[in-house]
Structures are given as C-alpha cells and as structure tokens.
C-alpha cells in the first residue's frame, strides 16, 4: 500500500522474568490417530548459569475444548541435564488413549502443560499450548485427513477490511471481530478450509504470522492454507534467508 504507516501487530507483546533456566519454546503434533494416539512434545531449554542443570520435565495432556477436565489424559516425566552456558532440545513421544480427534466436524482440542523442575522438585519454568491431535498427509495422490481421505472447500480471503480508512492498517493487523467474522464465513458455507491471504506485502517476502487466526482457526474447526516465510509473489529469491 501508499500508506507506509499502518501500525503494528502488538497484542501478543509481553515481557517474561524468568529464571536463568528456563523453556524457551514448546512444539507438539501427533505422530498417529491411533488408540493410543502417540503425541511427540519437543522442548527448547535454555541454561544461562556457568554450572550444567540437572532436573526433571514434566508434561501432563488435559482435554481443553469443548470441554475442559482437570484431570490429564495422559503424563509423562523425564530426566534432563543441561549443559552451562548451552541449549537443549528435549523430545518425548506420549501415548493418549482413547484420542478425541480434532475433525472440522468435532474440534477437539487439548492443553499441554510442560513443568521445569529442579533436582529438588522446585518449579522452575512451565510453559503451556494448546494442540489438535490430527494427521495430514498425502498417500495415491489423495489428501488425507487422520488417514482418511479428505476434500478442502472453502474460499481465500484478501484482506480488504472496511471502512477505506482502515483498510492499509487492517489488511495486516485487523481487529479480532473482523478475523472471527472472516473464519465463520468459512462453516457458514459448508467450508472447512480458509487460505491465508498473503498481499499487501511487496516487494519483501514474507506472510501474515497473527496467532489469533490459528487459535480461533482451531475452535471452529477450520483449516488453514498459510504460505510459509518464504512465500514470493513479485520479489528474487535470493533475498531469502535460507537458514
């Protein structure tokens, strides 16, 4: 757009005080939709002391949507040793009986909670997500969805968020009500799938990264087409950072 001034997307800024051990990311997706469902949860550690830390990790599945429960669907604990001044990436694969699948039909989703604790026990960091327990894959030239054969209808939204005066800064960093009114567009037309529009963003490469849509994205049960980081339009490739 003309308008060079539209502002930032700044409602997911926070500060965090933590400790000098901490998690710094938590990933998960499930390996299979079997029963029981095997869940891989990857933990980024971070030690910032000049001595290793030694501990425990601790990560308990609760089933979160629709329907909220306090007691986990499954559990696991592990030993960790960091080494001082280093990263550490810990990866555990967690069986879950008994999965509420997540299907456009029926979103289920789940809560993953992930627990530092220090030789003693003493809470040190915890971190928590919230995931689907879903397969995509692609097998005889058929998309499939848990394994299942699957077809996308939905529809690619632009961005072109009224009124004129807003539509440069709403194109990137629209409100929350305009993001949840294009979602359910999607399920008002029998859609389960809504592309990511990627415009409005020339001549460097890149794409909208607004955690709001795949949050609300999960709730109402819609998939999502979202080009990467990498994603040209108009621009050379050779400005991509490949690392």
């Known amino acids: 757009p003309h308008d060079r001034h ?6 997911r800024m926070t500060l965090d005080l933590t400790s000098d051990v901490y998690i710094r990311q938590v990933f998960c997706h499930a390996l299979d939709t079997a029963d ?6 990857r933990v980024e550690l ?8 030694g501990g425990h990790l601790a990560v308990r599945l609760y089933p ?9 669907a499954a559990s696991a604990e592990m030993a960790v040793m960091v080494r001082a001044c280093s990263p550490a990436d810990i990866v ?11 299907t456009s ?5 789940y809560r993953v909670e992930v627990a530092l604790l220090d030789s003693a026990g003493k809470p040190v ?5 919230t995931t689907g327990i879903r397969t995509v894959s692609q097998h005889g030239g058929v998309f499939r969805f848990n394994g299942e054969p699957e077809m996308l209808n939905g529809a690619q939204i632009m961005g072109f968020r009224m009124p004129m005066d807003k539509n440069a800064t709403w194109n990137r ?3 929350a009500e305009w993001l949840m009114k294009e979602l359910l567009m999607i399920p008002k037309m029998n859609g389960n799938v809504l592309r990511v529009h990627v415009h409005a963003w020339a001549p460097e490469h890149g794409n909208i990264n607004d955690p709001r849509i795949p949050e609300m994205a999960d709730q109402l049960g819609v998939m999502l087409i979202w080009g990467t980081t990498a994603w040209i339009r108009t621009d050379e490739p050779w400005n991509i950072d490949f690392e």
């Open 6 to 11: 539209i502002g930032w997307f700044a409602g």
């Open 36 to 41: 029981p469902a095997h869940v891989r949860v």
């Open 46 to 53: 971070k030690n910032d002391r000049v001595r290793p830390f």
């Open 64 to 72: 979160w949507f629709p329907d909220e429960t306090a007691r986990p």
């Open 92 to 102: 555990q694969d967690i069986a879950v009986p008994s999965p509420q699948l997540w």
């Open 105 to 109: 039909a029926r979103p289920n989703l």
């Open 125 to 129: 960091d915890d971190e928590t997500v």
């Open 173 to 175: 960093c629209a409100p």
